[in-house]
């Protein structure tokens, strides 16, 4: 078990330094790019992630209240049930729509198509008959 724990441990550090150091915004990182971070980081797997940790970003809130997932707060939509949703309704109401203009145009067209042929039907009964 402890051998096991000789690998899972520096694992587990590597995976959560490489994690960390993705979400951490560009301007966190010091003293290299985050690219170059990243490779140390899978390069050297029991020092990069401790050289990470201890030198490669800003531990303390930067001014303005940054935080790694600024982006994704500040670009996530604001779910509202579909019932709710008025986008969501007036598109199924002009679907609605366009579906049944569709199929308006199906039955005046298969009308047309029948008629046809009952004329042709009558045209040939009443060419044999003759």
């Avoid at 010091?30 to 690219?35: D, I, N």
């Avoid at 992630?49 to 030198?55: D, Q, R, S, Y």
């Avoid at 209240?65 to 600024?70: A, N, Q, Y």
């Avoid at 569709?102 to 039955?107: N, Q």
Wanted: proline residues 5%; charged residues 35%; hydrophobic residues 40%.
């Amino acid at each position: 078990m402890l051998r096991a724990l000789m690998y899972i441990l520096p694992l587990a550090l590597t995976i959560y330094a490489f994690i960390d150091c993705l979400n951490t915004p560009e301007d966190e990182a010091k003293h290299l790019p985050k690219v170059v971070w990243v490779i140390i980081i899978l390069l050297f797997w029991i020092v990069g992630p401790i050289v990470w940790f201890a030198a490669g970003k800003m531990r303390r809130a930067p001014a303005g209240g940054r935080t790694p997932s600024e982006w994704h707060r500040n670009h996530r939509q604001e779910w509202v049930a579909p019932d709710d949703n008025l986008d969501f309704l007036n598109s199924l109401r002009d679907e609605n729509k366009k579906d049944e203009a569709v199929l308006k145009d199906w039955e005046a067209d298969l009308r047309r198509r029948e008629e046809e042929l009952r004329r042709r039907e009558q045209d040939g009964d009443d060419v044999g008959k003759s």
